[in-house]
């Protein structure tokens, strides 16, 4: 028996490398590829998008913007043109989720420290209160990187508007104040074209490591 074996070394050798090649090419085949949705208003909580676009299926894409930031410098969609980015909704004085929530985009930030295509983008809920200086003294004592992340604030009406028209993250408070918001847990993926891309509870560690995985598959998109 061994001669025999010894005398087919070769081809049994060569046919097991070719069953494991096609094994692999089968298997890279029949495995599901990673992908990430396109989210339109149609496709989410209609809490939180604004009636007037919740019927919109497809095509959907952030508005333009413009607010100032924690330096008083004014941002708007030309310092993201062509980044990924994620946005969301707080303010300062909010002891709730918004203390997780910015400890958590504190890793994203870590995590984002040397790629230049990402960026981190947070508007606050409550502009007659959260002004420049006090955006500042917020980035300041949670080391925000200004070169990587906006605190922004400005007309109360315009920061409604991303929120329910472009976003999709921010529910209604009272009926009967059109602009009082509820700001939600929500962080909001959005890729180099301006679409939504994905939505993450912003106080759940595990739901952070999934935003930097999809932010890396963004990135190699």
């Known amino acids: 028996m061994k001669p025999v074996l010894y005398k087919y070394r070769i081809f049994i050798g060569i046919f097991f490398i070719f069953s494991v090649v096609t094994l692999s090419l089968f298997y890279s085949a029949l495995k599901p590829k990673k992908t990430l949705p396109i989210y339109n208003p149609a496709d989410v909580n209609p809490e939180l998008v604004d009636s007037t676009v919740q019927y919109v299926s497809k095509y959907h894409t952030i508005a333009d913007f ?3 930031n924690q330096n008083g410098k004014t941002i708007t969609q030309k310092d993201y043109e062509g980044k990924i980015y994620v946005a969301d909704f707080f303010f300062t004085t909010c002891g709730t989720i ?3 929530m910015t400890t958590n985009l504190v890793d994203v930030q870590k995590a984002i420290k ?10 606050t809920v409550f502009p ?21 992340w906006n605190l922004v604030t400005g007309d109360k009406k315009e920061i409604y508007k991303m929120a329910r028209k472009s976003y999709l993250a921010v529910k209604l408070g009272k009926p009967s104040e059109l602009y009082d918001m509820v700001h939600t ?3 909001v993926l959005v890729d180099a074209k301006r679409r939504v891309r994905g939505f993450y509870d912003g106080t759940k560690k595990e739901e952070i490591q999934r ?8 990135c190699s998109e």
């Open 185 to 187: 847990e929500n962080f």
């Open 114 to 123: 040397n790629n230049p295509k990402v960026m981190l983008l947070s508007h």
């Open 211 to 218: 935003l930097i995985e999809d932010i890396n598959f963004l």
């Open 66 to 68: 413009s607010f100032t």
């Open 98 to 100: 918004c203390p997780k």
């Open 128 to 148: 007659e209160v959260d002004s420049v200086a006090v955006l500042k003294a917020y980035a300041i004592k949670h080391g925000v990187d200004d070169h990587k």
